[in-house]
């Protein structure tokens, strides 16, 4: 069910001349079961004296007394007034007018092929008309995702929602989520199945004992002289400046909550990461640029599933050099994952974060997956499918936003649909040697439409010349998936007709990113072993079969694919 949480007790927590904060607290009562969410619930409101808006933040709990529960979505959401905010800025290059809700409903609009995404056939405004309007062409990564809002220009007035740390936010830096949309809407999200479905639905046993601070969040305002002619730049500037500044103030001096510990209250970790891979060089490599991160102990990779606990993120410099401030006491591993290298790194011995304790971890060497050396390689490492082809999107089917915009092309509505305006007969095809990966690899595998309401599996072919086959040995394949969607990844070798696939990945994912305009939802990868009676002295071909075809939206893609000879 939708629950509007609405408080039932009301409280001043604070009131002096710099401070004032408010709580409004639900709690929860067994009388109400099936009619509200099983949480105890504690809205708190802070307004800080020469602030120009106020903060907000949430602490949610779920008791011994409390019956099981599944929690797929919680945010904060302002509805603007629809006749004064129309322009909605959330990055240097993604910001525009936006067109009127009415715009959207029939029969201004015609709904697509799923009820987010709209044509605007005949909008008040004609300057929108054959335009695809859909709040998934707006979303962002948690790590980008700090600051978004409107503006108004009659009176010239920015509205901003500014996140100042990820802490709160689940599935670690690269989940994606909503940001602010038609209506006009801005949202400040907490928990979503976005991008990620059933893995990221926050699910509770009857009696299990669970507390959260969600944010604060700040909410801020800001105008400049009506006279002013650069209003949106100005506006976003000042807003871009402000988030930098709570950025800086995180975690916040003022929240009256015990739950929400100070920066005195809490710990932190440094040191430096290396990769040992001998197939790239003899010494180490430092982990440029790597993510790296805390939270909850878990298996490697597990942080993009974790949304109960705290996550903390940061990037390593140029040598691998990391430093993770101000975590909040409890216990966590340290999870990372490296630009140009496969797999994920994971120090099992969890960690436990003390007040004011400091660790450090001196050099920690990762060894992502690497049995030989590289035959031939497809992609790019980077957990997405950005590097591939992204097709123009259909005429009938654009935002005009991301015309022109190289490195949205992917956030176009339909692009799934011109894999069989590509490939009406056959397949995909890839030579290696030939081939480029830019302009040969389709961004998804999607199934094929024949007919009304009719699909059809794909089966996209490699193909590979090998001079010589070892005579004993296991080649290793290692395909590295950016997403999957009610699919199923079958790989043969060669013999396509063989009665079991030589590999199969079993139905996987829920993350939907091929409707909802990602270029990634979570990152899966698969070791397939090769032995050498498989393979012929010659030509080769390896069948990738994604074989379930029962919507447009079943698809996989593929974010890095390597053939290793035995070492």
């Known amino acids: 069910m939708f629950h509007r949480i609405e408080g039932t007790d009301f409280k001043v927590e604070v009131e002096t001349e710099e401070r004032v904060e408010v709580s409004f607290k639900r709690t929860w009562n067994p009388s109400v079961q099936g009619e509200h969410s099983p949480l105890t619930i504690d809205k708190r409101f802070i307004v800080l004296q020469g602030s120009s808006g106020f903060y907000s933040y949430a602490i949610y709990e779920h008791g011994e007394d409390m019956p099981a529960f599944n929690l797929n979505e919680t945010r904060i959401a302002f509805m603007l007034k629809i006749d004064k905010f129309r322009y909605m800025a959330m990055a240097d290059d993604r910001q525009r007018y936006l067109p009127l809700l009415e715009d959207r409903l029939p029969p201004r609009g015609q709904e697509l092929a799923y009820p987010e995404a709209v044509s605007l056939v005949d909008p008040v405004e004609p300057e929108f008309k054959g335009e695809v309007d859909d709040k998934y062409q707006y979303s962002c990564e948690n790590k980008d995702n700090q600051v978004h809002g409107f503006i108004c220009f009659d009176p010239t007035i920015g509205f901003w929602q500014i996140t100042p740390s990820n802490e709160f936010r689940t599935g670690g830096p690269l989940k994606q989520d909503l940001t602010s949309h038609v209506n006009p809407t801005t949202l400040a999200m907490f928990v979503s199945t976005h991008y990620g479905g059933e893995d990221l639905v926050v699910k509770f046993g009857a009696g299990e004992k669970w507390k959260k601070v969600f944010g604060p969040v700040f909410i801020y305002l800001n105008s400049v002289p009506d006279s002013q002619s650069t209003t ?222 009719v699909y059809k599996a794909t089966t996209w072919r490699i193909k590979f010349m090998l001079d010589n086959v070892h005579p004993v040995g296991t080649y290793k394949l290692r395909i590295a ?55 012929l002295q010659g030509e080769n071909t390896i069948h990738l079969t994604q074989a379930i075809s029962t919507t447009a939206f079943q698809g996989i893609m593929y974010d890095y694919i390597r053939l290793e000879a035995p070492a």
């Open 232 to 453: 949106t730049s100005l506006l976003w500037e000042d807003a871009k400046n402000q988030m930098t500044n709570e950025v800086k103030c995180w975690p916040y001096s003022f929240p009256a909550s015990e739950d929400f510990p100070n920066a005195d209250q809490r710990g932190s970790v440094h040191g430096r990461l290396l990769v040992q891979d001998r197939y790239m060089s003899k010494e180490n490599i430092p982990a440029n640029g790597a993510s790296i991160g805390l939270a909850p102990p878990g298996e490697a990779g597990s942080f993009q599933k974790e949304c109960k606990g705290y996550q903390f993120w940061t990037k390593a410099d140029q040598q691998g050099n990391y430093s993770i401030k101000n975590v909040r006491p409890g216990y966590y591993n340290l999870y990372a994952f490296v630009p140009e290298f496969i797999g994920d790194f994971m120090l099992k011995d969890p960690l436990e974060i003390t007040e004011g304790s400091s660790h450090d971890l001196g050099e920690l060497v990762f060894h992502p997956p690497r049995d030989g050396p590289t035959m031939w390689e497809i992609g790019v490492p980077d957990r997405t499918a950005a590097e591939f082809f992204i097709p123009d999107p259909d005429p009938m089917f654009i935002n005009k936003l991301y015309i022109n915009h190289p490195a949205d092309r992917f956030r176009q509505y339909g692009l799934w649909e011109r894999y069989a305006e590509l490939y009406p007969d056959e397949d995909l095809v890839y030579t290696v040697g030939s081939c480029d990966y830019r302009k040969d690899w389709f961004y998804a595998q999607v199934t094929r439409k024949v007919a009304d309401n």
């Open 481 to 535: 998936l950016a997403s999957a969607n009610s699919s199923e990844l079958q790989v043969h070798i060669n013999d396509l007709k063989a009665t079991e696939p030589h590999f199969s990945s079993g139905i996987i994912g829920t993350d939907n990113a091929i409707a909802r305009h990602g270029i990634h939802g979570l990152y899966r990868l698969f070791n397939v072993d090769i032995e050498s009676s498989q393979l």
